[in-house]
């Protein structure tokens, strides 16, 4: 079904507005915001695009859309290229349904817990692939959202699958060869044998016997004495003159 070729006209809404048969399925393509107008124009030639979209039968457009909680449903209703916060831009019809207006309506009853908002997704689970849903359940002669409108979607779920798919590798390999497992036994036995023969607890001893130790016999305040006398005698440090030192005092 994804493989055919839409054998109707996209159309831009503001300059066709052709009249279709009540039961014609039709794909409102919006702009997400009027900032991505030009860019989505430019995108489209290249096959893709951010949209937001609705599908329409019977005069009626439905559409999916994120909610906080499961009290509002995630399937919504609005007037034909009228959505309350994206900006109409074109249609695409897909093809004449054979189902009754009462049947689509029993349709989305059935398909409504599916669909909570709770549940969107902005890659996997999105109005576009609630349009492709909806068309595909509307019978085997209506086409398929076309793949410029759902390809940046596509993209990228397909790169969010392989980053949690590569997770879930290194996870495996990390099981598999126990490293992990080893590296927390090699710390708690480095830990444990520190324990038992005190080294840390040694070092610090020792450092703090030898601190004690030089303040007693002031051996470091005798090396700077001798360093100091060292260097006046050799002429690296100049004694002061007794008139400086008088004015130093």
């Given amino acids: 079904m994804s493989g055919r070729t839409n054998k109707y006209q996209l159309e ?4 066709l507005g052709h009249t279709y048969s009540p039961n014609m399925v039709i794909l409102h393509v919006y702009h997400l915001h009027k900032h991505t107008s030009k860019i989505n124009q430019l995108a489209q030639s290249m096959g ?29 209703e609005n007037e034909p290229g009228g959505h309350a916060y994206h900006v109409r831009w074109k249609r695409l019809p897909l093809g004449e349904t054979k189902k009754t207006e009462r049947e689509i309506e029993q349709l989305l009853n059935d398909i409504k817990d599916d669909w909570k908002g709770s549940t969107y997704h902005i890659l996997k689970k999105n109005c576009i692939t609630f349009a492709d849903y909806l068309a595909s359940q509307m019978g085997d002669d209506i086409d398929p959202v076309p793949q410029w409108v759902k390809s940046a979607q596509e993209g990228g779920a397909k790169v969010h699958d392989g980053i949690a798919y590569a997770g879930k590798g ?3 390999i990390d099981e598999l060869t126990g490293f992990s497992a080893v590296c927390k036994k090699v710390g708690s036995a480095v830990s444990q044998a520190d324990q038992q023969i005190g080294f840390t607890k040694g070092v610090k001893g020792v ?18 004495g001798g360093i100091s ?6 002429g690296l440090k100049k004694t002061p003159a007794p008139e400086d030192a008088a004015q130093g005092s």
Avoid: M
């Fill in 12 to 15: 831009d809404d503001h300059v």
């Fill in 48 to 76: 893709t695009g951010l949209y937001h979209a609705g599908l329409e039968v019977y005069g009626r457009e439905f559409c999916f859309g994120q909610t906080s909680d499961d009290e509002y449903p995630g399937i919504t």
């Fill in 207 to 224: 450092g703090s016997a030898i601190s004690a130790a030089d303040k007693e016999i002031g051996f470091t305040k005798g090396v700077k």
């Fill in 170 to 172: 290194i996870k495996k």
């Fill in 229 to 234: 006398a060292v260097a006046t005698a050799t």
